[in-house]
T-cell receptor, first 114, second 115 residues
Framework: NAGVTQTPKFRILKIGQSMTLQCTQD?????MYWYRQDPGMGLKLIYY???????DKGEVPNGYNVSRSTTEDFPLRLELAAPSQTSVYFC?????????????FGPGTRLTVT | AQSVTQLGSHVSVSEGALVLLRCNYS??????LFWYVQYPNQGLQLLLK??????LVKGINGFEAEFKKSETSFHLTKPSAHMSDAAEYFC?????????????FGTGTRLQVTL
């Protein structure tokens, strides 16, 4: 049971390039999330999904896109990378049921846009 | 809208001393509350959660937190700090309404443990 896995661990992009951050979970969780973490700012929700085929915007969705074709995978797409997207990105998943909605996090992807 | 405020971005304690990390929440409905820990270059790991059962919640690694509705607080404590507790700690709140369990995080408190 690997939990939530993310690839790549590190990436450097030039301004205007595009890339996809991969996220996979093997816990059969229905909900999945993408966050970005900037120093001193905590985590901000980018997008989330309540199940395959269903996605919705979070607090900071501009410049990103997501898709959820399977329960396991929830890739995050960056189009036209900008320096403001330099951040650490975390994917998370949860099995939403009565009694608490704890989320399980992946190890993160550190992205630098120069 | 719900929110959490963590007082003190940096806290330093001596090994063996009491750890107290403060979290106050704002929510229009009874919340779920969480504490997560993040070790350097790692993802977040759940320490404990409050889901309206007991107000004193025990978590992993000897940490506990008490939900105080009158003070809208959910402070994290540990009686005796260990060097391995050095990390960043995040308080988070989730409401019980809506179709998605979205968490709102505080800005984090970095705990330093000194000899």
């Amino acid at each position: 049971n690997a939990g939530v896995t993310q690839t790549p661990k590190f990436r450097i992009l030039k301004i205007g390039q595009s890339m996809t951050l991969q996220c996979t979970q093997d816990m059969n969780h229905n909900y999945m999330y993408w966050y970005r973490q900037d120093p001193g700012m905590g985590l901000k929700l980018i997008y989330y999904s309540v199940g395959a085929g269903i996605t919705d915007k979070g607090e900071v969705p501009n410049g990103y896109n997501v898709s959820r074709s399977t329960t396991e995978d929830f890739p995050l797409r960056l189009e036209l990378a900008a320096p403001s997207q330099t951040s650490v990105y975390f994917c998370a998943s949860s099995l939403v049921r009565q009694g608490g909605y704890e989320q399980y996090f992946g190890p993160g992807t550190r992205l630098t846009v120069t | 809208a719900q929110s959490v405020t963590q007082l003190g971005s940096h806290v330093s304690v001596s090994e063996g001393a009491l750890v107290l990390l403060r979290c106050n929440y704002s929510s229009s409905v009874p919340p779920y509350l969480f504490w997560y820990v993040q070790y350097p270059n790692q993802g977040l790991q759940l320490l404990l959660k409050y889901t309206s059962a007991a107000t004193l919640v025990k978590g992993i690694n000897g940490f506990e937190a008490e939900f105080k509705k009158s003070e809208t607080s959910f402070h994290l404590t540990k009686p005796s700090a260990h060097m391995s507790d050095a990390a960043e700690y995040f308080c988070a709140v989730s409401d019980r309404t809506g179709t998605a369990s979205k968490l709102t995080f505080g800005t984090g408190t970095r705990l330093q443990v000194t000899l």
